[in-house]
C-alpha cells in the first residue's frame, strides 16, 4: 500500500480530533453558538431567547462494557445518563433522546427489553423523551445516544469562561466509579474461573458498582442551581478523569490551575476498594473515569449561595504562566498530567484499547 | 439459563420495534409532535410556528457496508445522506449533525480522514454543519450519525395523510442500488479470488455502484416544490425498497393502493446488470432498497403543478379494503408482498443477518 498509515494510537484520540476537525473547517452557520469543543454542541432557536443542546456519545461492546457483568436493564440506563450528563454540564435541561442500536444475535428480545426498561427508567428519572432511532443487526452489541437539551440562552454555561481567582468546585465523590470497574473485573476474573459455582459477596461493594454500572447525570444540582439563580462560570462533566478535565477547563478558559489533592471528596467505599488492591486512592479520584460529576468554576463571592453539602471546593484557577498543578497531601506541588481514563479493557484482540 | 429467550429473528425487525416501545409508553411531551414512527420526529420550537425533525442511523461494518469495496470517502458521505434522506422525506431542511464513530486498529488516521472528507462533502452539498460527536475505539467500523432538520410548522409531511384517490408518485429511478451491490459482491468475489491481479473494468456499471456506494438525498426535489408553493400530502423515503415503504405509507394512512409495476422507473443500466445476472428487473425495483427516492401521495388536482421530469406516477391510493397489490407488466394483479430489503450480508458469522 503506498498510501502513508499513521496508526491513531500514535497521536491519540485528541489529536485524532484535531486533525479531523481541520478538515471539516470553520462552521458557518449563523445560529450556531458552539460547535464541535465542548461537552455540546449549542444553536440557537428562531425565538433567539431559546437555545438547545446536541450531544451523542457511543457505550460499544467490549470497549465500554463487558456483558459479562453488566445487565443489560443498566446499560439502557447508563447510555442516557452519560449523554444527560453532557447536557447537564451545559446547565440545560434534556428533552428528547435517539438511539440506534446494534443487536448481535445472542440477544434476545426479552434482553433488548431488559435494555429499554432501563432506558425508560432514566428517560423518567431526567425527564426526557426518547423520540427515535435506529435498530439494526450487529457483530456486537453497539448503543449510540443522541440528546437535545434546552436552555435560555443566558444559561448555557461553556468550558470556557473561568477566571484566575475563581474556585475549582466539584460536586459528588470521586473514583468511585473506577473502584467499581476493578472490583467488577475482579468479579469477571473468579466468574471465568469458578463458573456457576461462583457465589459472589458484592454487598461491600454496592455502592461503588453502582457508580460504575448505573452512574447519575447531576441535573439535580445544575436544577437547584437555577432555583437559587447561581450560574457557574465555566463548567465539565468528569467523564475521562479529574485530571483530564481541569486540563479542558483550564484551556478553554486560558487559565492555569492548583488542585488540592487533600481536598478531592472521596467516599469511604472508594478507600476501602483502593486498600484492597493496594492502590493509591489519589490516583482514582484523579485520573480515574466515568464518575460523570460536575467540575464547576465558582466566583468566591458566590460561594455561600451554594448548598456547602452539594458540592467541594478543590482549588483554584491561576493565571495560565502558573501552569496547572497539583499539591500532593503530603505538600509536594507537582504538574498534573492530563492522562485520561483507561476504557473498560477488553479480554478481546485488543483493538478496542487503542483509542484510550 | 431459566430466563425466555426468543431470538429477534423470530418476530422480525418491526415486531421487535413494537415489543420496545410498548415498553417505552405514549410520551406525554406537549412540544412533541411525532414521535417513534415516522422518518423522523417532530417538534414544536418555542417560537410555535417552527419544528425541529430529527432522526439517527447508523452504517456498521460487515451489515451495512464491506470495507474491501467501500471507499472511506463514500462511505462517509453516505452516512450523511442516508440521514438528510430522512429529514427530506418530512419536507425540512437539514442544519446540524452529530457523529459516534467507532474506530478499529486497522483504521488509519489518512483513513478517518479520509471518511471526514466524505462526510464534509455531504454536508456542504445538503447545507448541514457536523456539530459534534464521540470517537472511540472499536472492534469493527461503526459510525452513526444524528441529523437535526428544520420547517415551518405546516411544511411538515407525514407517512400519515395520503387519501384514496391520490396518485402514488416516485422521484428518480429505483432498483440501482439494488444492482450496484450484486455487481459489487461480484467484484469481492473476484478480488478475494484474484488479490491485486485482479483488474475489474467497472466503467459499465458506473451509474449503478454510485447509486449504491454515494446515494444522495432529494434535497433539491423538495426545495424545488417549496419554491412552486406544493406540498404532497404524505411521504417516505425509500430505504428499505419500494414494497415496504408502499406498505408503511398505506398503514399509516389508512389505505390501500395499486402499484403499476410497468410505470416504475427503472434505468437501463439497472435492466443491464438484472440481464447479466439473469434476474428479473421489477425484483430489483419492488424490492431492492437504499435507493433513497422519495415516495409521495399527490392529489390528482397538483400534478400539472410538478416538474414532470422530476417524478412518475407509479399507481393510486385505493380505500383500504383493496388492499395493497401490484399490477405486473403483463397485466396480472397479485399482493405486494411487504418483503423488504436485505442489507449487505457478511462473509462473517452471520450474526449481522438475523434482524434482516
Chains 1, 2 share one sequence.
Not at 457511543?58 to 457483568?69: C, K, P, S, Y
Not at 438511539?99 to 428480545?109: A, F, Q, Y
Not at 478558559?253 to 487533600?262: E, F, I, K, M
Amino acid at each position: 500500500m503506498s498510501e502513508p498509515f499513521t496508526p491513531i494510537r500514535e497521536i491519540g484520540e485528541f489529536g485524532l480530533i484535531d486533525r479531523l476537525q481541520a478538515i471539516l473547517g470553520e462552521p458557518t452557520d449563523p445560529d450556531l453558538i458552539m460547535g464541535i469543543g465542548d461537552d455540546a454542541a449549542v444553536y440557537r432557536l428562531p425565538d433567539q431567547e431559546t437555545v438547545h443542546v446536541i450531544t451523542s456519545d457511543a457505550l460499544l461492546e467490549g470497549v465500554h462494557f463487558d456483558r459479562l457483568i453488566t445487565p443489560l436493564e443498566y446499560l439502557g440506563y447508563k447510555a442516557i445518563a452519560v449523554n444527560v450528563s453532557d447536557v447537564a454540564a451545559m446547565n440545560a435541561e434534556p428533552r428528547y433522546a435517539t438511539i440506534t442500536l446494534g443487536l448481535p444475535s445472542k440477544i434476545s428480545v426479552e434482553m433488548a427489553e431488559a435494555l429499554y426498561r432501563g432506558i425508560r427508567r432514566a428517560c423518567e428519572k431526567y425527564g426526557l423523551v426518547l423520540v427515535g432511532g435506529d435498530t439494526t443487526a450487529a457483530h456486537t452489541l453497539c448503543i449510540s445516544v443522541t440528546v437535545v437539551g434546552e436552555a435560555r440562552i443566558d444559561e448555557i454555561v461553556f468550558r470556557r469562561g473561568a477566571r484566575p481567582g475563581d474556585l475549582l468546585c466539584v460536586t459528588g465523590d470521586l473514583g468511585a466509579a473506577y473502584a467499581g470497574l476493578k472490583v467488577l473485573l475482579e468479579e469477571r476474573k473468579a466468574l471465568k474461573a469458578e463458573g456457576l459455582n461462583y457465589k459472589p459477596d458484592l454487598e461491600p461493594f454496592r455502592y461503588v458498582i453502582q457508580r460504575q454500572l448505573l452512574p447519575e447525570a447531576r441535573l439535580d444540582v445544575i436544577r437547584d442551581w437555577r432555583q437559587r439563580g447561581l450560574r457557574p462560570r465555566a463548567m465539565i462533566d468528569i467523564s475521562d478523569g479529574l485530571a483530564s478535565e481541569v486540563h479542558h477547563l483550564c484551556r478553554h478558559s486560558g487559565c492555569g490551575a492548583l488542585v488540592h489533592a487533600a481536598a478531592i471528596p472521596v467516599a469511604l467505599e472508594t478507600r476501602d476498594v483502593a486498600d484492597r488492591f493496594s492502590e493509591d486512592v489519589d490516583t482514582y479520584a484523579l485520573f480515574g473515569g466515568e464518575d460523570y460529576e460536575l467540575l464547576f468554576a465558582l466566583p468566591p463571592d458566590q460561594l455561600e449561595r451554594l448548598d456547602p453539602l452539594s458540592f467541594n471546593v478543590i482549588g483554584e484557577f491561576l493565571p495560565a504562566e502558573q501552569g496547572i498543578q497539583v499539591q500532593t497531601p503530603e505538600g509536594a506541588l507537582i504538574p498534573l498530567e492530563p492522562a485520561g481514563y483507561q476504557h473498560f479493557r477488553s479480554g478481546g484482540d485488543g483493538e478496542a484499547d487503542l483509542l484510550e
